[in-house]
């Protein structure tokens, strides 16, 4: 019987640190092929290479509510999520109607973008390295974030973090969420695949703590 090389963790070590075809990759992509993998495989003792987490897509939504009075507020969303992600979002429309928030079935309310291949892993190129550190009192991103199935939301204030945005082009600061989708089975290889990518984790002793609420006391002075 035919001995399965995929079976032993060394031999996987081994087979991802093969050579590999690098035209047209990121840096990035190429620095998880030649070292994150063979990391992972040694921490978590994978048997097989197709064991080992990888980046499956990743999507960015923004929610844009102020387009059913202002509908240019819509072409300037595109237009920045087109610049920061080089790829064109599509345009997402309400499901029902809302008379509360004078909404309309069908009404253009927010644009979504999803990344793959090579375009999926630059933008977190440029989110790890470039935007996050820009972030006004940056600590790391919380670590809660997770679904519980290995993927990751990560909520942005502005789009201004990113070098691409200009200033003078922007109308009105506007928040994006970034959702990380990968194949890994639990949180923690999840967090750890994207901590050896570069993504920087608030650590417990860096959140803020919450002060305890005082109550008023109950005793009274004496009138003097």
Known sequence: MARNPQSNPEEAIQIAEAPQASIGKSRMHERYQ?????????????????????????????????SI????????????????????????????SIAQFKLREGMQVGVSVTLRGERMWEFLDRLMSAALPRTR??????????DGRGNFTLGLREQLIFPEISY?????????????????????????????????????????????????????????
């Open 168 to 224: 003078d082009q922007v109308d009105k600061a506007r928040g994006l969420e970034v959702s990380i989708v990968t194949t890994a089975t639990t949180d923690q290889e999840a967090r750890r695949l994207l901590e050896l990518l570069g993504m920087s984790f608030q650590r417990d002793a860096d959140a803020a703590p919450v002060a305890p609420t005082r109550r008023p006391s109950t005793v009274r002075r004496r009138r003097r």
């Open 69 to 96: 009075a202002n509908s240019k507020a819509l072409d300037a969303t595109v237009r920045d999520v087109s610049i920061i992600t080089g790829q064109k979002p599509i345009i997402k429309k309400a499901r029902k």
């Open 137 to 146: 009192d940056f600590r790391g991103v919380p670590g809660r974030s997770f």
């Open 34 to 66: 030649r070292e994150i993998v063979p990391a992972l495989v040694r921490e978590f003792n994978y048997q097989n290479p197709m064991q080992v987490p990888r980046l499956a897509k990743v999507s960015v939504n923004v929610g844009v509510g102020e």
